[in-house]
């Protein structure tokens, strides 16, 4: 909650929560909690979150689909560090990066958020340089509501009927510690765990909002589910088992023009889905599962609903939601190939954008305040693709129509192995420099990040 000048403040620090029965994990949490607290904001309303970090690790903060001056992104090397901890800038660094590229802050910091931008749900996690990955898996991660007139108008189901969901996976050791398998970072390795993480790390346990394969309680009624796929590797494909569609309303960017019909939803880390499921058909005391069809075993099953009430209210969702900005791909001023893959590098194999491995110092496309490129997304495994400050609409996949989970304004695009997508894209709202990087962490801080600088 703010105080009265729209000022919030989150501390970044340690704590021992029960995720699993009976056992106690130590989560790095925004204010101890994870995931951390959910923002509720309204545009047009800017914001300020100071931000401190007790953590024995430096941190950055990121609002992912945030439209930010570029100096509150959360940039890798702009970090905060605790007091009284030391910090090495070249420390178990993949990237080697230079001390002049690093920026310092003592105990804490300040965000300054416009909330200048259509209601969406956005995130916040961490975005450190090299360890971004390890930090979010110990629970750096929160998600973060922007509301609006134009949305309010809609009455979609709200209160109780609005759900968002923070989906991810994590693996655990016996006495209840989260197990990552990273070798290179003295401060996160558990003793004995080795790994090829080339493809990212996935868990076997599956979480939402923290707690693993929960079961909520519904009325037969109409379910607002605001879906985030937080997790660092994993991808899923999301399934009802009782055969129940899930009407898409938005995408990462917020509302869709119009509604769509979906069997499956498949989200990859970074992206949401904003979508009305509908349990009228159900009665009292029936179940409905949300599968996991891309998931083996106990990663199959995400959650369960269980229908406890009658008299649920059915909503029914209108032919037209917004009237999103129009974007004329004719109007494009630029055409620019980024092409995500493994390439062979000094320090070993590397993920890397157009041959390179992320430096700091370095920028691969300059681009012009409010105009449109076309940018062609190529890759050669699977990567989500992430674009910070800009916003996209996907033209094509591999020259074909989009995929109808294309649908909307995204700033995340799932790219599977040797595909090509092509997406419009616009920025506007800040100048500066941004980023951007493959959303599967493990693939992020293995260098898959680029600047990019808006003048
Ligand atoms: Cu959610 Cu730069 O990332
Ligand atoms: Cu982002
Ligand atoms: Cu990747």
Redesign the pocket.
Known sequence: TPNEAGRYMLTQRESDVEILPGTRTRVWGYDGVFPGPTFDVRRGEPIIVDVRNELPAPTSTHLHGGVNPSDSDGYPTDVIVADGHDFDPGAGSHMATDADQWRLHRGGREYEYPVEQPAAMLWYHDHRMDFTAPQVWRGLCGMFIVRDDDEDRLELPSGDHELPLLLCDRAFNADGSFKYPSVDDSLLAEPGVTGDYHQ?VEGDVLLVNGAPWPTTSVDNGSYRLRLLNASN?RRFELALDDGGRFTQIGSDQGLLAAPQVLETITIAPGERFDVIVDFSGHDVGDRVVLRNLLGTGAAAEVMRFSVDRAKGTRYRVPKRLSEPPAIAVEDSVGDRKFA?ALTNHEHGQM?TINGKPFDPADSLATVKIDTVERWMFS?D?????HVHLGHFQVLNRNGKPPAPEDAGWKDTVD?RPYEFVEVAVRFSGHRGRYMM????L???DMA?MANFDVV
């Open positions: 990212g590797a995500f993920w890759s495994f699977h990567h989500p693709v790219l990087h493959c959303h599967n493990e693939h992020e898959m």
